[in-house]
């Protein structure tokens, strides 16, 4: 059953019938890796930091993980229909309490607050999500934020004030590619009621410059690494490019993508922020903008991890290797894997329950309530960290009655020992169980 009750980091919570944040999660609140000296996650946040200093920029590490819906989603202009606030991708403790998914939910108090005229927020954020090596139901983003009082500059010029700051920045000789115009009419629009198009532009050119100096910084210290760990290392230069992205809460909005090992990768959101934010705030006289950056998976790249489960290890194979380097980050090293133990593949299949086995005007006997996020989530509370990744390899409807079987692929496979075939039998008996018992499915 459900406990009535929860507590996350001293604090006492009641549950309702939204709630749905298994043990090993709830656990999480209390690990802080973006706080624990020495670990890859809070190193990447130090050196993010290191470019963007105080006083301009104040950092806030220590926001509770517990936060309301509004401020998680309302607060931000997500739709009342938004997917991501479905119970399928987001844990709650009850319908108004939840885990927050990204660390966007404590703009607008920031903004309020205005304790200083640029922000960053580092914290761990929590996702129902897929299982694989790059994914984790925690993980930790920093938040960074800057803003402009229209009243508050010389002769209230916002643009020349924004241009003014630009020009103190330092300027790199990276390669960006940045195609398309500064906002585009329907794609990436200008938030024409409140700002200018000279401002939007200001705005936009000023937090792109700030980014791009963070993710040289990032790359050269990786660069430094790996060309002294790696005799035979071949520089590759870095490149860069802007890509128009959307987010409720910021118009317009981009992605920051780096070309890494073939391929572009997104590495970043951000956007000039929508001003009902600070209208709301309180700060109605304020422009500004916003980004928002995971932390594993820069530091995936930066110290070459090559599984997101690594962070939570306590195990000194991989702990002892970043010693020191908090306080000098000249130290930094890549990881060295220690050996990878062997993969055991197992798969499982199923037939949904259909719509009228489920019976009852239960919402879960809706058909179509089926959500890969659950199969995840049970093979992850059963298996732990001895899970891979869980991938569908078969999916079939019957061409008679219409029933619909899936074919789940699980990868056990620890970070720390070899698991034997009976303990894998015994975990994959157990998954399969849980999968009949929490959504009545019937094995084939
Ligand atoms: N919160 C967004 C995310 O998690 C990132 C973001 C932050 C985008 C701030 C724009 C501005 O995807």
Not at 31 to 50: G, N, W
Not at 217 to 224: D, G
Request: with cysteine; net charge negative.
């Amino acid at each position: 059953g459900k406990p009535a009750t929860i507590v996350v980091n001293g604090k006492t919570y009641t549950t309702d019938a939204w709630f749905n944040v298994p043990p090993n999660v709830l656990a999480s609140t209390s690990r802080k890796l973006h706080l624990q000296k020495d670990h890859p996650v809070a190193i990447t946040r130090q050196i993010i930091e290191s470019k963007f200093p105080a006083p301009t920029y104040k950092t806030h590490n220590n926001f509770d993980p517990v936060v309301s819906t509004f401020e998680n989603f309302d607060s931000l202009g997500f739709p009342p229909d938004h997917v991501g606030r479905n119970r399928s991708d987001t844990y709650y403790i009850n319908q108004t309490t939840l885990l927050r998914t990204h660390t966007s939910a404590h703009e607008a108090e920031l903004f309020r607050a205005h304790a200083s005229d640029g922000y960053l927020i580092s914290a761990d954020v929590y996702r129902r999500d897929e299982v694989d090596r790059s994914h984790y139901p925690v993980f930790h983003q920093m938040e960074g934020a800057r803003v402009w009082d229209r009243k508050a500059v010389p002769n209230g010029d916002v643009v020349a004030a924004i241009y003014a700051d630009l020009a103190t920045l330092p300027t790199h000789n990276v390669k960006v590619d940045d195609p398309h115009p500064p906002f585009h009419a329907t794609r990436n629009p200008l938030q024409a009621e409140h700002h200018s198009p000279a401002e939007a532009e200001a705005l936009g050119a000023h937090l792109k410059r700030s980014l791009e100096l963070m993710v040289v910084e990032i790359f050269s210290r990786a660069k430094a690494a790996a060309a002294k760990q790696d005799p035979d290392y071949v520089d590759e230069p870095l490149r860069v490019r802007w890509v128009e992205a959307y987010f409720p809460f910021t118009s317009p909005s981009w992605e920051l993508e780096v070309y890494y090992a073939g391929d572009w990768l997104e590495v970043l959101g951000c956007g000039v922020t929508q001003q009902h934010i600070l209208t709301d705030a309180g700060v109605p006289g304020q422009v500004g903008w916003a980004f928002g950056i995971g932390l594993e998976r820069i530091a995936m790249l930066l110290f070459q991890i090559p599984d997101i489960r690594l962070f939570w290890s306590q195990d000194n194979r991989f702990l002892s290797q970043f010693t020191g380097v908090s306080d000098d980050l000249a130290k930094l090293k890549r990881f060295v894997p220690f050996s990878k133990y062997p993969a055991c593949y197992k798969d499982v299949s199923f037939w949904l329950r259909s719509a009228s086995a489920a019976g009852g005007n239960d919402k879960a006997a809706n058909k179509h309530d089926f959500h890969e996020n659950d199969v995840m989530e049970i093979v992850r509370n059963v298996a732990g960290d001895d899970v891979e990744d869980v991938c569908l390899v078969d999916e079939f409807t019957h061409p008679k009655t219409g029933r619909r079987s899936m074919c789940y692929r699980i990868n056990y496979r620890s970070l720390e020992k070899t698991l034997t075939h009976p303990e894998t039998n015994a975990m994959h008996d157990r998954v399969r169980e849980a999968l009949v018992e929490k959504l009545g499915v019937e094995l084939r």
